[in-house]
């Protein structure tokens, strides 16, 4: 019979389907098929029966699992012949979860009252609950601004007067762009705050 010599057990970072290639030998040389005959995740994979090719119908989310029993290991056992003899392989993917990137959830467009510093909260979310950490990047009147990391909290150095537009064009909408890290990613917001 042909004998596998691939390992039982992979790893997969989410969002890719392609999980590998198996390998088998076969002491006569026979041309070997490759098959998935069962397993409680068998019907999330297709198996290029010539290749070996191992791949998921659709790319597997680690936040969203879509195996059995919920918990990212997706189980199948494979199947080689040579026509005349089989050999299986139970095999035991994983997939790993990737930090993902935070995102803005505040508005643009921000008003404030003239003789007022406090400007707003900053909101983000992260996929993964990182713990997120506010920054002004750039922009035209980021110097006259300053962001709580921790919070959020946006103000300005100095309230504003309305009739004293202290802003680089002086139109009274104060442009800075204001960062959000997960400690991996970014995300940017332009923020104009009239």
Known sequence: PPVF?????WNVPEGHATVGELNATDPED???????????DHH?????????????LNAPDF????????DNVYELTVQVSDGEHNATLNLA????????PPVFTSQPNWNVPEGHAMVGELNATDPEDDFLAYSIAYGDDH?????????GELTF?????????????ADNVYELTVRVSDGEHNATLNLAVS
């Open 5 to 9: 010599t691939s390992q039982p057990n």
């Open 30 to 40: 026979d041309g070997l098929s490759y098959s998935i005959p069962y397993g409680d």
């Open 44 to 56: 999330r994979f297709d198996l290029n029966a010539t290749s070996g090719a191992l791949t998921f």
């Open 63 to 70: 936040d969203n699992p879509g195996d059995a029993n919920a």
């Open 93 to 100: 993917v994983s997939v790993t979860g990737i930090n993902e």
């Open 143 to 151: 110097h006259l601004f300053d962001l709580n990391s921790s919070s």
């Open 157 to 169: 150095l100095n309230a504003p007067d309305f009739d004293n537009p202290g802003d680089a064009n």
